[in-house]
């Protein structure tokens, strides 16, 4: 009955790989959130989903994509991966309007060797 | 661009104090405000959550305010026990269709 659920927990990949990371809820939100935290235990947005609209931190590379196949799931895929991604990868979901709160998921420890 | 402070950046207490959690936000204008605990690597937990017409919640033992026109939020936890020994994360939303800011967190250590 997880809430937001993510997979894998653990990531550990090669430089140059392509990995994703699968994300669902089933609370019934509306919009969808990929955060990153750094090692220094920052969260920081990197992409915010609805039906209607991405809208994307643009501080976020373009190798970072989100896909969504329909709205319970938001999945991350990163090409040509970088030591620099090495990261905790949350997502969370929330209730446009109606003063909604976030829910995250327990996340993802990538580590790119 | 909304920032987010949090002060003290960790905070060491004896078991059965009651203590204070402070976050500062710059943009006034949020649509509502939300406190998380992390414990170590875990995910956040989600603990009170504060409307921006609203003045403080309450759970358990613990009481959130928030004063929107100086931009503060404190989280107040009462009778503290080993068990809430976890760092806690206060984030804010600008409007409803707008994602989290997060502050840099409170790294909380309750020593029995």
């Known amino acids: 009955d997880t809430a937001v659920s993510q997979t894998p927990k653990y990531l550990v990949t090669q430089m140059g790989n392509d990995k994703s990371i699968k994300c669902e809820q089933n609370?019934?939100?509306?919009?969808m959130y990929w955060y990153k935290q750094d090692s220094k235990k920052f969260l920081k947005i990197m992409f915010s989903y609805n039906n209607k609209e991405l809208i994307i931190n643009e501080t976020v590379p373009n190798r970072f994509s989100p896909k969504s196949p329909d709205k319970a799931h938001l999945n991350l895929h990163i090409n040509s991966l970088e030591l620099g991604d090495s990261a905790v990868y949350f997502c969370?979901?929330?209730?446009?309007?109606?003063?909604?709160?976030?829910?995250f998921g327990s996340g993802t420890r990538l580590t790119v060797v | 661009k909304q920032e987010v402070t949090q002060i003290p950046a960790a905070l060491s207490v004896p078991e059965g104090e009651n203590l204070v959690l402070n976050c500062s936000f710059t943009d006034s204008a949020i649509y509502n405000l939300q406190w998380f605990r992390q414990d170590p690597g875990k995910g956040l937990t989600s603990l009170l959550l504060?409307?921006?017409?609203?003045r403080e919640q309450t759970s358990g033992r613990l009481n959130a305010s928030l004063d929107k026109s100086s931009g503060r939020s404190t989280l107040y936890i009462a009778a503290s026990q080993p068990g809430d020994s976890a760092t806690y994360l206060c984030?804010?939303?600008?409007?409803?269709?707008?994602?989290?800011?997060f502050g840099g967190g409170t790294r909380l250590m309750v020593k029995p």
């Open positions: 609370l019934g939100h509306d919009t």
């Open positions: 969370a979901s929330s209730r446009q309007g109606q003063g909604g709160g976030y829910t």
């Open positions: 504060i409307q921006s017409s609203q």
């Open positions: 984030a804010v939303r600008l409007n409803a269709g707008n994602m989290l800011t």
